[in-house]
């Protein structure tokens, strides 16, 4: 079974984004990871406690994303930070949080994450994608060599569709983390299931 996280993105979906985020949660993906990283604290910790609030009906498992201190407030079991913050605040969230992940653009960063005691990596952009317009993707090479280096799950981001998934997979990631699709497919459900038997 091939684990699918889904990441948040309301600029880009098409219905009221807590409806979205009930069809996600129902679809039971491995995560969810609540990014929204343009918001205030205080608009992320209203929103983070509604989507943990929907997750938690179906028992849907959340990650949220940077803002750390509202993810401690709100009890959370889960966060990912970028690895500047990581190295900031690795000390302190390593205690707090029973897991704990990090965004990795190199090998040497992959490196640095796993030493500094993260649980996963989120290795991208792999292929070329709209939401990093103009910059080409790392390649499946790129992603090959973060998961022969690291011992930690790896999942693989950027550009990810069902059709080169297997690729993915195959390249030794644990699972893939889509954020366009899963804001915008037409059945949720339909679409993880799809990803989740690669």
Known sequence: ???????TDRRLCREDFLSRIEKIARA????LILREKDLTKEEYLSLARETMG????YGTPVIL???????????AE?????LPVLEEQFASVRRTFRVLGASCHSVAEALQCEALGCDYIVAGHIFDTDCKKGLPGRGLEFLRGVCERVRIPVFAIGG?????????KAAGARGVCV??????????????NKLRNI
């Open 54 to 57: 929907i997750c938690a009906r």
């Open 28 to 31: 039971k993906p491995s995560a």
């Open 1 to 7: 079974m091939f684990d699918v996280l889904c990441v």
């Open 160 to 168: 990810i569709t069902a059709e080169n998934a297997g690729a993915v």
């Open 65 to 75: 994303h940077n803002f750390f201190e509202e993810a401690e407030l709100l009890g």
């Open 78 to 82: 889960a966060v990912q930070l970028p």
């Open 179 to 192: 954020m366009s699709s899963a804001m915008t497919c037409e059945n949720v459900q339909e679409y993880i």
